[in-house]
């Protein structure tokens, strides 16, 4: 399975912090975390209150997001509303 916006991937970006951006500066909740895999910002995904990973921008010009989950390694590309595995995509290297 292919896809032009999951091919822009050359490395996955992970998540810096465990939260929401957006949501840490209003002080909301969320349910589940998303990485940006085009600007690296981790948003709350669409059953959190705010939906920051599909806010109008970011879902089109930023359409891929990685799960954040615990044992979740899968991609969502917002633009064409397909899921992707990591396949193919080679991990970022860990520093340590
Ligand atoms: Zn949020
Ligand atoms: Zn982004």
């Not at 912090?17 to 995904?45: M, Y």
């Not at 954040?68 to 917002?78: A, I």
Request: glycine share 6%; charged share 25%.
């Amino acid at each position: 399975m292919s896809d032009k916006h999951i091919d822009a991937v050359k490395t996955v970006k992970h998540a810096q912090k465990r939260e929401c951006e957006e949501c840490v500066k209003i002080g909301a909740r969320w349910v589940h975390l998303r990485t940006c895999q085009e600007c690296g910002g981790t948003r709350c995904c669409d059953s959190s209150p705010n939906k920051h990973a599909t806010a109008p921008f970011h879902a089109t010009a930023h359409p891929i997001v990685r799960s954040f989950e615990p044992g979740e390694d899968w991609f969502w590309c917002y633009a064409d509303g397909v899921a992707f595995e990591v396949d193919g995509v080679e991990p970022a290297p860990s520093h340590s």
